[in-house]
């Protein structure tokens, strides 16, 4: 039987053909389902009505309030041209602009009427502004009864916005829910649903966008969040399950030489009691019949690279050659030094393979695992290249695992015809629970004590609300440092593989002029009365329409594209030589997810703190400069 929600979402109100399309094109909405299922990502009360006056410079949150248009007029001509329409409410005014659809809203505007402004506030030169704003007449807003107080505020992008509005898909929403109501099928059992004190799945549904209470949409949230963990639960443990099925795991039966030789001799510590335990339950996983599949899990310190050499080394007793995965060039040639020393004088030949190995290094390490003289192989991101073939890869280890995707660790378990073992291992703490969470399909091993004299390690959680109380002391002790004539040294960043370069800095020695990019220094730090701007002579804003950034970003996207796919420990690689499309649909999905949120709730606030904005055109030309009224 054919599912009600299959239906096309061009059959509700206020969408027809045209914008059906456009759903489909811009956030992938095609059904009724579809749209049921996008879910607001926050609520705005709209129960609030503010008067102009308690409106603050700062405020970037979207807000409503009431006044009577007093005049309305045009400015610019061509593209440039804007139409505001002044509003009074007795407590002060505010201009409403727009710059597009300006015939449209004309001939909604009558001067003397009263109405209700939805928008987001923004001042220049000291006078409250909203661009684009939602406005209705009083008596239209105030007879309509709305179905909850919050208003689901839905992930959008800047085409869609420009034909729907801010309250757009809200209003489609509202269509949609009696159309649907009736035809919303439960998934889960009466019993789990009581057991765990779930809402039904349509009262969820309806709270999740339509909130009656606080208390309800806390409720429909934990009921969704819990039907998605656990159908990817359920997912992840199908996969074990026919992993488990199949016997076809490689067999290490013997400890020999090379293990013992190594124990007996060459250990730099007596292990500890974890990791004895971890080394027997991987032993165990390697005489089992199936293939291993584990997650090791320890504190920097605690020994997880000699337990990951031992299990290696059981490999290379059974016949079989054995290689570690790490994300960084530097962690990779650490990893391969450590085992040189270790294994030095021993009949164990290791090699390593990073994106960066001189042409001889590369050869030598590609003909010997291909023709079995080297027993251990340690590398990058160029182990999972095609010329990549070992010739009884039997065990493989992951290091820092979360820095790899799905896809980069499984063309790992490719290099043989047989899968080999796998061995990831983590220095992030996660609570058992979470672990079984997040790796459902590994088996899981914890280290969970140091060798003797180490000292413990520390783990300090902050929040993004942390993070300018952190920073901006370090920033305001090295602006004057610079300015006291005292050299400073700053961190260099690579954008190669998005974190900083250890031990590698640019020394300031009193330069003429000091630059300073990003937005922390027009940010307020948290609980303190001054702005790190403060601390500047100067300060810029770049200014460009939503729309034109998120262009510039997927076309800078598509260059380092163009650039990574030579270089396996560039961050972009993985995506470089992978499908081009997939790539790109990634991008604009951490544009919707990441880039966007952040656009409006970090970036355009600190745009009034600026001495100039730079407004920038479609082709990057400067079109306008807007200086700081003092």
Known sequence: MANYLDNDIKFVAGVGEARARLLEKELGIRTLGDMLCHYPFRYIDRTRIYRIDQIAEGDSALIQFRGRITGVSYAGAGRKRRFTAVVNDGSGVAELVWFQGIKWIEKRIEVGREYLIFGRPSF?????????????????????????????????????????????????????????????????????????????????????????SPELLRQAQYRLKFEELLGIQLGIQSRRTARLSKNNGFLFPKVGGVFNTFFNTRLPFPLTGAQKRVVKEIRQDTISGYQMNRLLQGDVGSGKTLVALMSMLLAVDNG?????????????????????????????????????SKARERREALAGIADGSIDLLIGTHALIEDRVQFSNLGFVVIDEQHRFGVEQ????????????????????????????????????????????????????HYTDAARLRLFVPRLIKFVNDVKNGIVAKAPVYSH????????????IDRPDILIVEGINVLQLPSHEPIFVSDFFDFSLYVDAKEEYIKRWYLERFGMLLDTAFKDPTNYYYPYAIGDRTAAFKMASKVWEDVNHPNLHEYILPTRNRADLIIVKSANHLIEELRLRKY
């Open 124 to 212: 220049f030169k000291g006078e409250l502004s909203v661009v684009h704003p939602e406005i209705e007449t009083i008596e239209k807003a105030f007879s309509r009864k709305a179905e909850s107080g919050l208003q689901g505020i839905y992930s959008s992008t800047e085409r869609l916005s420009s034909v729907l509005g801010t309250k757009g898909i809200y209003t489609i929403v509202c269509n949609l829910w009696p159309m649907v109501r009736d035809h919303i099928r439960e998934t889960l059992p009466d019993r789990m649903r009581i057991q765990y004190g779930l809402l039904s799945l349509r009262d969820a549904l309806y709270n999740i966008h339509f909130p009656q």
């Open 320 to 356: 079989f050659q054995a290689c570690m995965m790490a994300p960084t060039e530097i962690l990779a040639r650490q990893h391969y030094a450590t085992f040189r020393r270790m294994l030095e004088g021993m009949d164990v030949r290791v090699a390593i393979l990073t994106g960066a």
């Open 496 to 507: 190669k593989v998005y974190d900083i370069i250890p031990d590698e800095f640019d020394v």
């Open 409 to 460: 660790r499984a063309r790992l378990w490719t290099k043989n015809e047989q899968p080999p073992h796998i061995l990831v291992m983590t220095a992030t703490p996660i609570p058992r629970t979470l672990a079984m969470t997040l790796y459902g399909d590994l088996d899981v091993s914890v280290i969970d004590e140091l060798p003797p004299g180490r000292q413990p390690i520390r783990t300090v």
